[in-house]
């Protein structure tokens, strides 16, 4: 369900907003809906069916992360520090998926919910800067 999903998401709602919106504000919603979603899993942690329909939708809208940051990376390179830029950020990806299931699987031994709750942390965060990140960005637009 969950590869369906993301297949269905990024060929549609992610190309739809890559081509119709302004991505440097639209990735807002898109970090809040993951946060939402992980915290609102963590309330249901006790029921399995509710906990999962809620993940799956979680990964769908994850799946829309990656290729509009991606898209935000790209946009603010110049031609001559583009490709450097997009292997940073991919390797900074591929280190965090690295890293990050390596940390989760150390601590799912602690607690087996304890994964989503820093998955939820670091949403949670990531929304905290992209609210700055978003203001500083309309303040240069108008400017």
Do not use: H
């Not at 970090?31 to 979603?37: D, P, Q, T």
Request: glycine letters at 10%.
């Amino acid at each position: 369900i969950i590869a369906v999903l993301t297949v269905v998401v990024n060929s549609t709602i992610c190309l739809w907003m890559q081509k119709k919106t302004d991505i440097n504000i639209t990735f807002l919603p898109v970090f809040a809906s993951g946060a939402a979603l992980l915290g609102a899993a963590l309330l249901f942690r006790g029921s399995l069916l509710p906990f999962a329909g809620i993940y799956i939708v979680y990964n769908a809208v994850n799946a829309l992360r990656g290729p509009i940051i991606q898209s935000m990376v790209a946009g603010r390179a110049t031609p001559e520090n583009s490709n450097r830029l997009i292997g940073f950020y991919q390797a900074m990806n591929s280190l965090g998926g690295i890293f990050g299931a390596l940390f989760a699987g150390l601590i799912y031994a602690q607690g087996p919910y304890l994964p989503f709750i820093l998955a939820f942390v670091a949403f949670a965060l990531a929304t905290g800067l992209a609210f700055i990140y978003v203001g500083k960005y309309k303040k240069e637009k108008n400017a």
